[in-house]
């Protein structure tokens, strides 16, 4: 197992909503919890993930995503099997449009 | 019509109750994780595996669980097996009107091994104290994963058993029985034979569960409905003389099926008129086909 931490700064959607949960962590698969937690205005993001050594695609994947929803106050925490880039990026936009009901 | 196969454990919780009903003990958000997997560096679920708390049914308040296939089979853990302990004691004391279990396991948790054996044992000891209780605890099985081992054991200490041809339920899984008798005894790659012998149809012409319904979550639903109105008026407790009864049953089962080898044969011997037509029968018309053959009330 390994465990990732990302903080992005300079977001502004607030996660109207307390907690909620998508996917389910199985082969290939995923769950992402997001919910409000008061960050100094950041999204912190944790992934402990079974497959070890992606730092840097994850690192491209979050980026990625915090361009597209520029959320503010809010805490990720990922617990990944094996999930490839493309299904963490819908799972993750799955979750933030369970919060802010829409697409980015 | 959504398919109670294809959905998860929360979409299940969710489309089958009534709708913005349930409320969630410890939900994910609390985060309380398995000790064990961790040490194993293994993933865990910030569930770990099964979503536990109250909601309505057609307005009724009710207890209800539902375990997670796709996390470790739904195999049951420390934790996983403390929350429907803790959900089904919690039931006796608020005196819930029903404990409505969606299970889809493996069983034990090997990771966890004594842990998970010993929560599997105190669901049991759950169950039935629910039911001393006068609560009645129906269990619906439908996951791709189907109902084994322990967890096998706990749907038949429930008052009913609703399930879809779809759903299995048994002890030994087909692996286990192929590895431990060998390919002679089992074939677990035919799947045919697998469903045959495990799914719905067969366990519902057996006696092991007392509703079959299609693979939708409403039918599931009104399963689930119909079984918890049948408890009223019906003792809920396990009792000395149901269990009689239940030895009789299984005496009678090895007695008239006991040299059979495939559940074909076993239907043809039940007076079932047309036994290779059963596997493809809607839920509907086989209930109707199977009715006047099946045995026993549980």
């Known amino acids: 197992m390994e465990t990732l931490t990302y903080r992005f700064e300079n977001g502004n959607r607030r996660l109207p909503k307390p907690a909620e949960v998508v996917g389910v962590v199985s082969s290939g698969n995923l769950e992402v919890l997001i919910e409000p937690a008061p960050l100094d205005g950041a999204c912190s993001i944790e992934i402990k993930t079974a497959a070890v050594g992606f730092g840097a695609t994850w690192q491209a994947v979050m980026r990625d995503f915090h361009e597209r929803w520029q959320l503010t106050d809010a805490r990720i925490a990922i617990n990944d099997m094996g999930a490839t880039p493309a299904v963490v990026s819908l799972r993750l936009d799955q979750a933030a449009e369970t919060m802010l009901g829409g697409p980015a | ?298």
Request: charged share 20%; net charge negative.
């Open chain 2, 1 to 298: 019509m959504s398919s109670y196969l294809e959905a998860t454990a929360r979409e299940r919780l969710q489309r089958l109750f009534d709708a913005g009903s349930v409320e969630e003990f410890l939900p994910p958000a609390a985060r309380v994780v398995s000790p064990h997997l961790g040490q194993l560096n293994a993933p865990v679920a910030f569930d770990d595996g099964v979503a536990v708390g109250r909601a309505l049914l057609d307005g009724l308040p009710v207890y209800a669980a539902a375990q997670e296939g796709g996390f470790m089979g739904g195999a049951v853990g420390e934790v996983h097996g403390a929350k429907l302990v803790g959900l089904l004691r919690r039931a006796v004391v608020e005196k819930a009107n029903a404990v409505v279990l969606l299970l889809e396991t493996g069983g034990v948790r090997l990771h966890e091994a004594n842990a998970g054996l010993i929560a599997v044992s105190e669901v049991m000891r759950a169950v039935l104290d629910a039911r001393a209780a006068g609560i009645p605890v129906v269990a619906l099985v439908g996951g791709s994963n189907g109902c084994f081992g322990g967890m096998g054991i706990v749907a038949r200490c429930t008052n009913a058993v609703v399930m879809s041809e779809e759903g299995r339920l048994a002890m030994s899984g087909p692996e286990v029985i192929e590895t431990a008798a060998g390919v002679e005894e089992f074939d677990a790659r035919d799947r045919a034979l697998v469903w045959r012998t495990t799914g719905g149809k067969h366990r519902y012409l057996m006696g092991d569960c007392q509703a079959i319904v299609a693979d939708s979550i409403a039918a599931f639903r009104q399963g689930a409905i119909d079984a918890i109105a049948a408890c009223r008026g019906e003792p809920v407790e396990l009792t000395l003389e149901a269990l009689e009864q239940e030895q009789a049953m299984l005496a009678e089962r090895i007695a008239r099926f006991g040299g059979l080898a495939d559940p074909l044969e076993v239907w043809a011997a039940m007076g079932v008129v047309q036994p290779a037509a059963i596997p493809m029968m809607e839920a509907d018309v086989f209930a109707e086909a199977a009715r006047c053959h099946r045995l026993g009330g549980r």
